[in-house]
């Protein structure tokens, strides 16, 4: 066993109602006038944070978009200088979290977040920017929120389907740390516990929208996903999942769960302590089935095909994702991922 493990400094706040310590939050870090982020959908949660802030709130911008287009970006620094803030809190999904590590790229700001959804951005220093369809991303520790408030009563009104396509989102993230090149047995532990948690908690979900109980550990695993995103390099899922969201506009959650189980498919015969890992969380002996089931139960799309994806568009995919090299536990051939490709296009795992 070799190993290189390197925990990132980060401060987590859990449990139901901890959105009301949000302005201990602030005072600890010395930040008094905050700027509050969040996407046109979570207005409302946004006031209600400044609120709680009080007189540490500098203003609001409640723009952000999926993927932080450059132009949102920009604009959001802007009312950053405008407001004279002095730290961000992003309210809401990985949108605003992702908007919140735009301002702080640029200008070193502090962010606060407390992440709604279960996309996991707030455990990583990886920022993303979109411009002209590409989205170019990057890790800088300037932009790894400093504390993270997870209240699972913000989670209750998030829809079943957008919490059943975050969950997968979640587990994608596990699924690939636990072959990651940097993986490191504290990792896994996490990844393992991290899937566990989220696929115990979307059936309860899903019948149940309102249960805390449920929430609270779909909220834990996505904590403990996050965490293992943020400690990790991702592989061939993230990378084509990144390619269809920058440059083809598709969903970044659904996307996810979409793909997932055909990557898992392609890399875990090469990669069986992994497999092992994900048996053992799912209680299954046939991982990707597995995964691609239990997302159609859910409701979740079936194919890529259904998100909006043809044929016409694999030459594309299949250039930008062979054109940087990543680490994956198999080679990755244009043959390989055009079989990959048609296969989730088609949905053939979940008929
Ligand atoms: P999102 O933030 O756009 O949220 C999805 C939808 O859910 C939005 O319409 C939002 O308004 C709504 N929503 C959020 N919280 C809600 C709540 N509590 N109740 C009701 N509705 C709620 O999407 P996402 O899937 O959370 O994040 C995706 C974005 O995050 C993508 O841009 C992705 O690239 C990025 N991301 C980045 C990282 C990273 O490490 N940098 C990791 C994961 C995701």
């Known amino acids: ?117 279960y996309a996991g951005s707030e455990m990583t220093p990886v920022w993303g920017l979109t411009d002209h369809g590409r989205k170019r991303t990057g890790r800088d520790r300037a932009v790894l929120p400093r ?17 059943v396509t975050s969950g997968f989102n979640a587990v994608a993230h596990a699924v690939e740390a636990l072959y990651a090149p ?34 609270t550990d779909a909220l834990h695993g996505a904590w403990l996903c996050g965490a293992c995103l943020g400690a990790t390099t991702m592989s061939l899922h993230h990378k084509i999942c990144h390619i269809l969201g920058g440059t083809f506009d598709l969903p970044h959650a659904a996307v996810h769960t979409v793909v997932l189980p055909y990557v898992a498919a392609f890399n875990l015969p090469a990669a069986p302590t992994a497999d092992q890992a994900l048996r053992r969380a799912l ?16 409701g979740a799309a079936r194919s890529l095909a259904q998100l909006g994806l043809t044929e016409r568009d694999f030459d594309e995919i299949i250039a930008q994702a062979k054109a940087q090299p990543y680490a994956n536990p198999r080679p990755v051939t244009a043959e390989a991922l055009r079989s990959l490709l048609t296969e989730a296009l088609n949905g053939t795992l979940a008929p």
């Open 283 to 298: 209680a299954t002996d046939d991982v990707p089935k597995h995964l691609a089931r239990a997302a159609a139960e859910l």
């Open 147 to 163: 504390s993270v408030v997870y209240d699972p009563e913000l989670t209750l009104r998030l829809p079943v389907d957008v919490s």
């Open 1 to 117: 066993m070799t190993f290189t493990y390197e925990a990132l400094p980060m401060r987590v706040v859990f449990g139901a109602g901890s959105l009301r310590q949000l302005p201990q939050e602030a005072e600890r870090l010395g930040v008094r006038r905050l700027l509050v982020l969040s996407t046109p959908g979570q207005r409302a949660l946004a006031g209600h944070a400044a609120t709680l802030l009080g007189e540490a709130c500098a203003g609001l911008f409640t723009e952000a978009r999926m993927h932080v287009p450059v132009q949102v970006a920009e604009a959001a620094r802007a009312a950053a200088r405008d407001a004279d803030a002095d730290g961000c809190l992003a309210i809401g999904g990985g949108s605003a979290i992702g908007l919140g590590k735009a301002i702080a790229l640029s200008s070193g700001l502090p962010v606060i977040s407390v992440p709604t959804t």
């Open 182 to 215: 940097n993986a490191s047995p504290i990792v896994s532990l996490m990844a393992e516990e991290g899937v566990r948690s989220m696929a115990a908690a979307l059936p309860a979900i899903a019948a149940d929208p309102g249960d805390v109980r449920a929430r």
